[in-house]
């Protein structure tokens, strides 16, 4: 299954044919062949803009004689789209709104009809001229399909913004891998220094023992022995308060979480939000534990890996 952002663009556009009318079939190659020679004359275009946001939020910008349609588009998108600000903008151009259309066969016959019973009851009447019988053919042409061709734009523009959503969503999975590998690395890099600093922290414990006991004048009244012991046992309280060992499990079953979830798709956006917030908590908890530069500086690369995966996680549906 695929990952989606939230991100995308994508534009459409459909002829409507008058009332009535029907396309041809085109013959592939010949899509002129589709569009009728007295039918299409007005096309509706259709637009749609996608940004992220935690829930679905759709807008429709389109004219007052298409707001009958907004029912029928919004439950178009609803059932495709799950999260994202999503605006919808729909136009109807007119193409060559001035020109005189061709006249039908049919609407020739009914005027003919019509003047010769004009001329029955008037026969002083004029008869028409060519230009009044043009612009009673464009008056009395059937009226377009608006409706029929603004769904099917908007389908088509839903189909294109799915694909671009999907472009973009394997671009945000590769981005997170990445970093996911960058956060194994570091738990790599942070695991052997706590031993390290453990150990320095127990030969600084015995320098000071054995300090503080010869300007006291004590040195005869501990044993070496003694000594040691107590130095050991100050040295393992302290490796216990800087144990990270429970930390790095964490964030590797994170991470191995994470990687579940990019590589099965679906609708897993919020779910990596709260993954992401629980990298967050066990970084800062290692930052807090940190004994050593060396620990400090992985921490701090840490939380800017994680902080970069958050900022990705936010457009992903």
Not at 75 to 86: F, I, P, Q
Not at 264 to 276: A, P, Q, V
């Amino acid at each position: 299954m695929s990952v989606y952002s939230m991100t995308g663009y994508a534009s459409a556009s459909s002829q409507a044919l008058a009332a009535g009318a029907a396309a041809p079939a085109a013959e592939p190659g010949n899509e002129a062949a589709a569009r009728p020679e007295n039918g299409a004359r007005s096309a509706v275009t259709v637009e749609l803009r996608s940004v992220n946001s935690r829930f679905l939020d759709l807008a429709f910008r389109m004219p007052d004689e298409l707001r009958a349609l907004e029912p029928a588009l919004r439950e178009l998108l609803t059932a495709r789209l799950r999260r994202g600000k999503v605006e919808l903008r729909l136009n109807a151009a007119r193409e060559h709104d001035g020109a005189l259309p061709q006249p039908q066969a049919e609407q020739l016959n009914r005027l003919a009809r019509l003047e010769g019973s004009v001329q029955n009851w008037l026969p002083k009447a004029q008869p028409l001229s060519v230009h009044e019988a043009l612009l009673w053919c464009k008056g009395s042409a059937p009226a377009e399909r608006l409706d029929e061709a603004a769904i099917a734009a908007t389908r088509q523009c839903l189909d294109g913004l799915m694909e671009s959503r999907e472009r973009e969503g394997r671009r945000l999975v590769q981005i997170l891998m990445e970093r996911v590998a960058r956060l194994r690395e570091l738990a790599v890099q942070a695991e052997p220094l706590v031993p390290q600093v453990v150990e320095r922290q127990q030969q600084r414990f015995l320098e000071r023992w054995q300090q503080a006991l010869d300007s006291a004048g004590a040195a005869q009244a501990m044993s070496a022995e003694a000594l040691r012991e107590r130095a050991l046992s100050e040295a393992a309280s302290y490796a216990l308060r800087i144990d990270v060992a429970e930390e790095l499990a964490r964030l590797r079953a994170h991470l191995d979480e994470i990687e579940r979830l990019l590589q099965k798709g679906g609708e897993l956006g919020k779910r990596l939000d709260f993954l992401i917030q629980e990298l967050h908590r066990e970084a800062n908890t290692l930052g807090s534990k940190s004994a050593a530069l060396e620990l400090t500086q992985v921490s701090v690369e840490m939380k800017v890996a994680i902080e970069q995966m958050r900022e990705q996680v936010q457009n992903i549906e």
